[in-house]
């Protein structure tokens, strides 16, 4: 994954989350993760494994491709 796709991914997370009225904590206890992981996705510099980004597609209701930035 690029750079620029873990920026966007990052940012679409922490833009679902707060639309959602959601700590970072409550989406890394419900993705079943540490809060500190989740975090790091959110500011772009780690890549969630592929399984985890199905979940985080199914959590927020959105598609893979959103979060990844290839469609809008």
Known sequence: ???TMKTI???RLKELREQRHLTQK???DALGIH???YLH???GHREPPLS?????AK???ESVDYLL???D
């Not at 985890?52 to 985080?56: F, N, P, T």
């Open 41 to 43: 996705y959110e500011k």
């Open 69 to 71: 930035g290839l469609t």
């Open 1 to 3: 994954m690029s750079s």
């Open 59 to 61: 959590f927020f209701d």
């Open 26 to 28: 409550e989406v890394a």
């Open 52 to 56: 985890l980004l199905a979940d985080m």
């Open 9 to 11: 991914l990052g940012e």
């Open 35 to 37: 809060s500190v992981t």
